[in-house]
């Protein structure tokens, strides 16, 4: 698949031109308290409109080969939060029933990597991100493969075989 392929070019184009509604130029901006649920609300329907289909469903496993990226999406949204926040949002937002073994590593690595830093509270560590650029280039290189590959399966299926409707 060529990178100067029309369609790709059209997919990045209407993504970069689209209305990003509470994304800022830095990354997503912190929003006020009480907020949090009504813009990640608002992010998956974006996503759910631009598709064809209602059906969008991301499962479990998605979510976790994705955990790393999801995580940084959300810490970006909330500024800062702890991971009981972020289980409760992976659980809700994504229907994903992580366990704090899987979630936590996750934030260590991204800590420890000078990603997000971490500060200690009386009962609960917060994390925020404290490297914009890395987070804007892992979302997009991660879009981009995500992209490639819905593409190619687009391509797939219009030149496979209708299924018969019995």
């Given at each position: ?40 609300d608002e992010l998956l329907d974006q996503v759910t409109a631009a598709l064809a289909t209602d059906e969008v469903d991301l499962d479990e496993s998605l979510v976790k080969d994705n ?100």
């Amino acid at each position: 698949m060529s990178k100067h392929d029309p369609s790709i070019a059209s997919a990045f184009d209407d993504r970069s031109s689209a209305e990003a509604g509470s994304i800022g130029a830095a990354g997503f901006e912190a929003a006020e308290p009480g907020t949090i649920d009504h813009e990640l609300d608002e992010l998956l329907d974006q996503v759910t409109a631009a598709l064809a289909t209602d059906e969008v469903d991301l499962d479990e496993s998605l979510v976790k080969d994705n955990l790393e990226e999801l995580l940084l999406v959300l810490v970006s949204v909330h500024g800062s939060t702890h991971g009981k926040e972020l289980l409760a949002d992976l659980t809700e937002q994504f229907d994903a029933q992580l366990s704090p073994g899987t979630v936590y590593p996750c934030l260590h690595d991204l800590e420890e990597d000078g990603v997000l830093s971490m500060h200690a509270k009386v009962r609960t560590k917060e994390y925020s991100v404290v490297d914009e650029a890395y987070v804007r280039a892992t979302l997009e290189r991660t879009m981009t493969q995500h992209l490639a590959f819905g593409l190619l399966l687009d391509r797939f299926l219009s030149s496979y075989p209708a299924a018969d409707s019995e």
